[in-house]
């Protein structure tokens, strides 16, 4: 029992001493460790006290175990909050989310995968304030005669639009001023965003090419 308690006192130590890079580390070498004090305890004990023993030892082994299955979830949290900040330094920040424009000429379809593919959807404005923000970042970045898509369509039920989870929107900004959107029926499933109307909406035919705007969720 000597042992298995300088190998006990270690194991704190470790978790109490590493950062959280090397936790995972320090936690795989307490198991092996563990699992070395037990196979020597086994040997030498009774047959009732090699069973008490085995019981705590698989519990404390599942504990650590356990532990270490924590440490590994939250370091690939945190990379995939470092990649989000690295993208959205290249972008620009709205609330909870960020957008990141693409000027390379896409297919509706061919740009949602784009963005899906990089761990966000296509822009979905869900406020006046975020279409303004979206409009003015659209027109700095890619140009003040562009016109991008955006995660909205009603590819589903003619007339129904929806945002990529296939939610009906609450917000909408087509422009009826001067065309009336959305105006194309079944012949134009999907809406754009127009800088030079201004931030204002129009549906045009899926397999148009347009610029994009990809946005991620800030945790």
Known sequence: MGV???????CQLQR?????????????????????VTRQQNGKKQRQTSKVTEVVSMKMFEDLKKEIQNIWEELNHMKEQQSLQSLCLKGMKIHNKCFL???????????SDACISQGGTLSTPSSGDENDSLY????????????????????????IWVDMTG?????????????KQPDGGKHENCA???????????????????P???QFSIV
Do not use: P
Request: glycine share 6%.
């Open 4 to 10: 298995l308690k300088k190998v006990q006192e270690f």
């Open 16 to 36: 109490t001493g590493c950062t959280m890079a090397y936790r995972g580390v320090c936690l795989v070498l307490c198991l092996i460790c563990f699992a070395q």
């Open 101 to 111: 424009s693409f000027s390379e000429s896409k297919t509706y379809h061919q740009a």
């Open 136 to 159: 003015d970042y659209v027109h700095k970045s890619i140009g003040q005669d562009s016109e991008i898509w955006i995660g909205i369509n009603d590819m589903t039920t003619e007339g």
């Open 167 to 179: 939610s009906s929107i609450s917000f909408k900004n087509w422009e009826t001023a001067i065309t």
């Open 192 to 210: 754009s965003l127009s800088a030079v109307a201004i931030g204002k909406w129009s549906d045009k035919n899926c397999k148009t090419e347009l």
């Open 212 to 214: 994009f705007v990809c």
